[in-house]
């Protein structure tokens, strides 16, 4: 498995999307740089210009914009939330953190997840509850047997409507669903095959491809 993160920024679409960066940490609170306004520092729960912090650690924040979830470090760029969910972009940066890996927001069929880049993975991989949350079809899919650590599993191969993440869209992608919860969506090469992909250091850039 091969994990990657930092998602950085890719056009945005005709529906205005934020810029949004952490600046710092005052206390309990993330200071947040939102386009071209001052820094200000929120709590979880409050809200600027149209940002609202869902939760702060040491050197993170979870915000919601238009009902997307980013997670926001000290230290990285901007990310771009809260854009058109047609989004049509074509590239997108990704970069290593220092634990090797990455998690982050983007959407499936419009419906929040949380998500890792997995190069290893054939497919897009679901665990049945958060399959459940996104009310995905999943048992109208075909049903496959899977080899786990525990042994042979139930599962369910199905097409997405649609996968985003950042400003990026692909459509009709085939995922497995997996009996088992799973503490994230693995975006595995059903996803990562429709971009080129280079790698440079602790970056990896996705293009689309035509």
């Known amino acids: 498995m091969v994990a990657l993160g930092g998602l950085l920024l890719a056009t945005a679409g005709a529906v205005h999307a934020q810029s949004v960066a952490l600046a710092g940490m005052l206390g309990s609170k993330a200071l947040l740089v939102v386009d071209a306004h001052p820094p200000r520092a929120v709590g979880a729960g409050d809200e600027f210009q149209g940002v609202k912090v869902i939760a702060v650690l040491k050197e993170e924040a979870t915000v ?115 009996s088992q919860p799973m503490p994230y969506v693995l975006l595995g090469n059903s996803f990562l095959n429709e971009f080129q992909m280079t790698r440079s250091n602790d970056q990896m850039v996705l293009e689309k491809r035509n």
């Open 64 to 178: 919601e914009v238009k009902g997307e979830r980013r997670i926001l470090r000290l230290g990285e760029a901007p990310v771009r939330v809260g854009g058109r969910s047609g989004a049509s972009g074509r590239r997108l940066v990704l970069t290593a953190d220092s634990r090797g890996h990455f998690v982050n927001s983007g959407t499936i069929n419009g419906k929040v997840m949380q998500y890792m880049v997995d190069t290893g993975a054939t497919t897009v991989a679901i665990g049945r509850p958060d399959a459940d949350r996104m009310g995905l079809n999943y048992q109208s899919g075909q049903p496959v047997r899977m080899s786990t650590a525990n042994g042979i599993a139930q599962g369910w191969r199905m097409k997405l409507d649609s996968v985003r993440v950042g400003d990026v869209e692909v459509f009709g992608v085939e995922a497995i669903i997996t």
